[in-house]
């Protein structure tokens, strides 16, 4: 008897996709709620711009990252995904009880631990259980169900805003969505491909080999390259869109959280549809240049805004938001280049590593500002980002239908 080919909306994909949504939810709410939260704990302006808790985060989310994907190929990739889900679950609750700016910074850091793991575990899971034919259309759901909640988290957000303690209630929903997800685990099984590879000798997650082997390097450094266009959009032209449309002279004041909303809800739908262009050009490649040209016109739109209404801003950020929705295509792609025994590892650290190249990113554009200004560093900015992903893009193998059943050569 043929063995029935897993649905497309099947349990995996479901959790894979509603616990990236809480991820999302909780990472884009504390850059929401950041300075109202740190004023309610009495701390003033000038300190809220010293503090560091942003980037406490950050280092957790790159420490995790590591962390997740290693146990994810040495323990298995249903265990890592539950993990995480409680980890960050917890740490979102311990948000809203937080007193200090110490407390406050612990809780980010180990936050930021347990939303690292999630996205990885998740598309590496359903990558191995979905046949090669319905594996991107599956982890594109994944990821544009996910990143909605980003969109999710600017409405409850503007829910309770009015309430200078509300911020504490949004923390507590992301951390009761998250452990509601927990009830779907029952009848998720672990992946086939990796439980065949986890009682014999095989090396797993070894993360220094990938740092071993020019191969193997090249292709883990392509694959975080090609997500740069990504952090510089959201990271910089949108989370500072305020600053630039003033620049500009656009008519009207601009509300950054407004940009990133309807940024995410483009993104949202950007992944998605990605699945489906990359099945219908059997291209994982032609797909990930459709959405980088797009991303470049948005650009190249969004530095010829002097004079426009705040919403044509607005529109520009939806055209960009889509251009960059393919996180899901990139992530799928590294885990499709590496074997079973390494695949948790990259698909886990890669887009940790990604979320990481903001820091680099603006730390190049903040050191342009003092000799070319700020719009002029910002297209400049723009240009290196692009020509570094375009290159990685260039050099990338095509990994549309490939059969990921087999053991990484170590």
Known sequence: MEKKSPSLFNLAVIVGALGYFVDVYDLLLFSIVR??????????????????ILNIQMIGLLIGGIVWGILG?????????????????????ANGFVHTVGQYAVVRFVTGLGLAGELGAGITLVSEIMPKEKRGLATSLVAGIGLSGAVFAYFINVMFRDN???WRTCYFIGGGLGFLLLLLRVGILESGMYKNIHQSNVRKGDFHLLFTDGRRLKKYLTSILI???????IGILITFSNKFASIMKVRDPVDPGKGIMVAYAAISVGDVL?????????SRKLSLWVFHIISVIGVIWFFLLQGASSNTVYWVCV??????????????????????????????????MARGSLALVALLFKSLIPSQGYYKSGWITGIIVFAIAFVALALTEETYGKELNYIEPL
Do not use: C
């Open 274 to 282: 990605i699945g489906f262009i990359s099945q219908w050009l059997k």
């Open 164 to 166: 200078p303690e509300g």
């Open 73 to 93: 190929d040495k323990k298995g990739r249903l265990r890592v995904l539950f993990a995480s889900i409680i980890l960050y679950s917890l740490g979102s609750i």
């Open 319 to 352: 055209i960009l938001g889509f251009g960059t929705g393919f996180w899901a295509m990139f992530v799928t792609m590294a885990a499709e280049q590496f074997g079973t025994n390494m695949r948790a590892t990259v698909a886990t650290t890669v887009p940790n």
């Open 227 to 233: 997500a740069l266009p990504n952090w510089y959009v």
């Open 35 to 52: 300075i109202p939260s740190l004023k309610s704990l009495g701390i003033s302006q000038e300190d809220i711009d010293k503090t560091d």
